[in-house]
């Protein structure tokens, strides 16, 4: 009788149902680093690199870090960073799920960072929506100071907020394999 080794839950899942199984990254996120650049005239950038869509939702933080660059390197750079939560329909994973993003004011709100030359801070958002409604999005709003009088944000014409989404579930034909 010949022995084979025993195959992992999702090998077998694959082999027995012929359903294509996640490759997830090392973020233990399903979608690779993502960026996305908004450039505020003659003064700089701000850029994120992350995964605009999260999955699966383990409720584990995911890095988002977002850095402006000034043209100029010897610009004093304010990155101010307000993330919330929107369409969270249904609830969220509770209190032993808090928070939905990391902040570094005292009032929750903010996520600040600065430098010379560039500011970086280090955005997290967790992995998270209900079982019920849609899902959930999170909206990173932004403003970067480069100086006296030389302000740019996320409300200003040309520019957005950070999008980044955790959908309701992969049905529809979504291949996991992306």
């Known amino acids: 009788m010949k022995v084979s080794k025993p195959l992992a839950l999702g090998a077998v899942a694959a082999a027995v ?7 997830l990254g090392a973020s233990g996120n ?10 505020c005239g003659s003064d700089g950038t701000v850029t994120l690199v992350g995964p605009l869509e999260l999955w699966p939702p383990n409720h584990k933080m995911i890095d988002e870090p977002v850095t ?19 369409d969270a329909t249904g609830g969220d994973g509770g209190p032993q799920h808090d928070p939905d993003y990391n902040t570094n004011d005292t009032n ?35 403003t970067v100071n480069w100086g006296p009088g030389r302000d740019c944000s996320s409300s200003d014409d040309g520019q957005a907020p950070f999008i980044i989404t955790v959908p309701h579930d992969m049905g529809g034909g979504q291949d996991f394999n992306k």
């Open 30 to 39: 399903k979608y690779d680093a993502s960026t996305k650049t908004f450039t």
């Open 17 to 23: 149902t012929g359903i294509a199984m996640p490759t």
């Open 68 to 86: 402006a660059k000034a043209n100029n390197s010897s610009d004093n750079v304010t990155l101010v960073l307000t993330p919330k939560a929107i």
């Open 108 to 142: 929750g709100q903010t996520l600040t960072a600065s430098g010379t030359g560039s500011a970086t801070a280090g955005l997290q958002v967790r992995a998270e929506r209900s079982g019920k409604g849609d899902g959930r999005t999170y909206q990173i709003d932004w």
